[in-house]
């Protein structure tokens, strides 16, 4: 079936260094990926998306690039600070945008 | 701001109870999910329903039943809990045509 895998599970950075999530998408009809962002005890929140038009996104610090001939996406988290701790999920678009399917998520753990 | 209530935070129940988890939203979104979230395995939809009355299984939906009796409010049932239903469950919203979707606070439900 279709599937999002979502590496690595757990990333741990030095604040102020950089973090980069990967998903791989299997579904190449797939046309949009968005990031959810889920702080320890709290619910999921869209934080950027990208569509399958579109090869680069930024927001602030936040950054997403879409790869459809490799069928990947990748989140970029520069000058990584405290409060960027927390659990990140990709997911792709399946069967005309009702669904999503979602990575396992990422663990991103900012050391002082 | 979108609001999506869930009726507990915490719920404990007996194997072989019939449980329900409520969800409620307030911004007359059409379409509305139910998701079990569980370490590394990211969300896992359940049940999704794109209007009133309108329900279709998603990945996992054994187990479970929905009920979309009003457009607010989309309950997930558990007829016959069991130990291996233990888990988060997040219910999430979304306006007909648009991508984000919007997530409760959750319920973290042990079946003893």
């Known amino acids: 079936g279709e599937n999002v895998e979502q590496h690595p599970s757990t990333l741990s950075v030095q604040e102020g260094d950089s973090a980069v999530i990967k998903c791989t998408y299997s579904d190449s009809a797939s046309n949009y990926f968005p990031w959810y962002k889920q702080e320890l005890g709290k619910r999921p929140q869209l934080i950027i998306d990208?569509?399958?038009n579109v090869g680069e996104k930024k927001d602030q610090r936040i950054a997403v690039t879409l790869n459809k001939t490799a069928k990947h996406f990748s989140l970029h988290i520069t000058e990584t600070q405290p409060e960027d701790s927390a659990v990140y999920f990709c997911a792709a678009s399946f069967r005309s945008n009702y669904q999503l399917i979602w990575g396992a998520g990422t663990k991103l753990i900012i050391k002082p | 701001d979108v609001k999506v209530t869930q009726s507990s935070r915490y719920l404990v129940k007996r194997t072989g109870e019939k449980v329900f988890l409520e969800c409620v939203q307030d911004m007359d979104h059409e379409n509305m999910f139910w998701y079990r979230q569980d370490p590394g395995l990211g969300l896992r939809l359940i049940y999704f329903s794109y209007d009133v009355k309108m329900k279709e299984k998603g990945d996992i939906p054994e187990g479970y039943s929905v009920s979309r009796e009003k457009k607010e409010r989309f309950s997930l049932i558990l007829e016959s809990a069991s130990t291996n239903q233990t888990s988060m469950y997040l219910c999430a919203s979304r306006l007909q045509g648009r991508d984000t979707q919007y997530f409760g606070p959750g319920t973290r439900l042990t079946v003893l």
């Open positions: 990208i569509r399958s």
